[in-house]
């Protein structure tokens, strides 16, 4: 069965400091691979996808970025955190056919 | 891009009632989902419902594509149900989007 790991569950990291979140995935070859992010109040943006090794699409102009160096791993990351990318950031794998799209447990991220 | 707009934003209950959460979509879709946002922030997947219906226990779904939208309904709800429910749909652009999220509250 596939499974999406994700990690860690919660970071305080201090402005200006770089991030780096992981996601891998397992049980599945070439999928597509998402981040999502939730600010305070309950909406989910989109900020990056992949189809494939080294393909990433940017969604949403920010302080962040994103890279995916093997097939099953998706890493977020930024040189220099900003209050404002403070939330709670959310793996995604997707979409299987009759299964849709399965969410790791989310990185909750408070920079201060 | 397509829309998705749910409806109540918000709904309290008392342990026993039946609710029904509802999903408009702008566009025609090839993936329907609800989740359930645990407390701990965990997206749980309910159902995935492009058309059609479906149960699970206490929970079922219908989507009427032709329509576009989609039905949660919970009945003889619990405590344990509450959080925030999302609709979320994927057009032909293999994203997916997400309403704005309904929050529950079931009192004892």
């Known amino acids: 069965s596939q499974t999406i790991h994700q990690w860690p569950a919660t970071l305080v990291q201090p402005v200006g400091s770089p991030l780096s979140l992981e996601c891998t995935v397992e049980g599945t070859s070439n999928p597509n691979l998402y981040w999502y992010r939730q600010a305070a109040g309950r909406g989910l943006q989109l900020l990056f996808y992949s189809v494939g090794i080294g393909q990433i699409s940017s969604e949403v102009p920010q302080n962040l970025s994103a890279s995916r160096p093997q097939d099953r791993q998706f890493i977020l990351s930024s040189k220099k955190l900003l209050l404002s990318d403070s939330g709670f950031y959310l793996c995604?794998?997707?979409?299987?056919?009759?299964?849709?799209?399965?969410f790791g447990s989310g990185t909750r991220l408070t920079v201060v | 891009g397509i829309q998705v707009e749910q409806s109540p934003p918000d709904l309290i209950l008392q342990e026993g009632a039946n609710s029904t959460l509802r999903c408009n979509f702008s566009d025609s879709v090839n993936n329907l989902q609800w989740f359930h946002q645990n407390p701990w922030g965990q997206l749980i997947n309910l159902f995935y419902i492009p058309s059609g219906t479906k149960q699970n226990g206490r929970l079922s779904a219908t989507t009427v594509a032709t329509e576009r939208y989609s039905l949660l309904y919970i009945s003889s709800s619990q405590t344990t149900d509450s959080g925030v429910y999302f609709c979320a749909v994927e057009g032909g652009s293999e994203k997916l989007v997400f309403g704005k999220g309904m929050k529950l509250t079931v009192n004892p």
């Open positions: 995604a794998w997707g979409g299987h056919m009759n299964y849709g799209y399965t």
